[in-house]
């Protein structure tokens, strides 16, 4: 084990991460395992050895609500041929779903009059309803009336979302849309869809939102998941208590 934790990656000479480390001892585990249960070796050098603690990753940094606003804006500077990207983006921010759920979605999975989303598909293939902003409902209903009748064809089906071939979202296209507005917008951040969910995630923590409610709104099974997400929130707090709290403000003047 000296050996491996030593260990440095030839290219740069730094250490593998934690990540790694899980992956490839879990690697040798299990083929020793294996080779144990056969009868190849009489014992498990590595039996005893237990697997290295990965942690969950934090989101990247997420983008505030002003942020945000910037980069919805962007489409509409296109003139019509940003109004359906405008849609599929004020869709992201207002349900934080992820994309291959908005890719999904059909017609009828919108409610506009309950204001609610139906995810029929989710992760774990969970179905569950989220609520939706009474703006986005908006936009949905003008991308159903003037947009949408333009790009359907009759291959088209229920699918909500159209792209210029009539044909519903790729994953990947979806992406594509997502950064190019984050990148028009000023902002050098990848990974834009799921920026989205996490600035919703962690913006409805900063105005109160309750954890559960949180948990409920990103679809996640288990609360565990949704908690990474009180990490931005935390640091929000202690940019406030430090600029507001009488404490930390007198903790300024302090002379010995």
Known sequence: MEYFNAYRKPKDNQPICKANKYALLLNVKTFMGKMHNRGVIENNPVAHIELPSVGRPLPKAIFTAEEVKKILD???MLGEKGLVDRVILETFFATGIRRVELRDLDVEDIDVKQQLVRIRKGKGD??????ISERACEWIVFYLAKLRPQLATITSGSA??????????RVNGLSDTASRFVRLAGFKRGGACHLFRHSTATIMLDNGADLRHVQEMLGHANISSTQIYTFFSRSKLTEVYNKTHPSALIDKRFHQ
């Open 74 to 76: 962007q489409p509409l």
């Open 126 to 131: 969970r179905e569950y309803i989220l609520p």
């Open 160 to 169: 909500l979302f159209l792209n210029d071939k009539g044909a519903r979202f």
